[in-house]
Structure formats: C-alpha cells, structure tokens
C-alpha cells in the first residue's frame, strides 16, 4: 500500500519546493515594487512612496526568512538521508598505515 501526498507539506521534498517557489514568488514582487518605487520617485506623494519603501523592506525580510527556511529544509533532508542510510558516504575513509619504514 503506497502513500500519496494530500498537501505540500507531507515530505521535507515536497516543503523544500514550496518554499522555493514561494521565494520566486516574493523575488517578483520585490522587483514589481522596485520599479513601483522608482516611478514614484517622478512624482507621487511622498507618502506612497515611503509606503512602497517599507513593502519592500518587509519583502527583504520576508525572502531572508524564506532562505533561511530553504536552507534548514535541505539540511533536514540530509540529515534524514544520512540517519536512514540513504545517502552513501562519498569515499571510504582512509585506513592509517599502522608500519614504520626503514
């Protein structure tokens, strides 16, 4: 009997990619209110503008977290990986020569 997925969230994989395209998602609308912002600059009120300043500085915050979020993500699919023994070590490790020349 296989499990299938209902929400996003039921594996490290699938949140991992969530969150990447959260991140996308956020990196468009921080371009989107760059521009906002820029076109502000030529002649609407100052109180948009700073309006459009602090939704930009909460969309940096914003993709910080996401990052971070990402980043935590694939260290705990690593971390799994390494406990289940689904990832094999890159090399074997190398055995100490326990002789003396001469």
Same mark, same amino acid.
């Given at each position: 009997?296989?499990?299938?997925?209902?929400?996003?969230?039921?594996?490290?994989?699938?949140?991992?990619?969530?969150? +990447?395209?959260?991140?996308?998602?956020?990196?468009?609308?921080?371009?989107?209110?760059?521009?906002?912002?820029?076109?502000?600059?030529?002649?609407?009120?100052?109180?948009?503008?700073?309006?459009?300043?602090?939704?930009?500085?909460?969309?940096?915050?914003?993709?910080?977290?996401?990052?971070?979020?990402?980043?935590?993500?694939?260290?705990?699919?690593?971390?799994?990986?390494?406990?289940?023994?689904?990832?094999?070590?890159?090399?074997?490790? +190398?055995?100490?020569?326990?002789?003396?020349?001469?």
């Amino acid at each position: 009997m296989s499990y299938t997925s209902e929400t996003p969230f039921d594996n490290i994989e699938s949140s991992h990619q969530y969150v +990447a395209l959260l991140l996308e998602a956020i990196e468009e609308a921080r371009r989107e209110v760059d521009e906002e912002i820029a076109l502000s600059m030529q002649g609407d009120t100052e109180r948009r503008k700073e309006a459009l300043q602090i939704v930009a500085y909460n969309l940096a915050k914003l993709s910080c977290h996401m990052k971070t979020s990402g980043r935590l993500l694939n260290d705990l699919r690593t971390l799994r990986r390494l406990l289940l023994a689904e990832r094999k070590p890159l090399r074997a490790p +190398a055995k100490v020569a326990s002789g003396t020349a001469g």
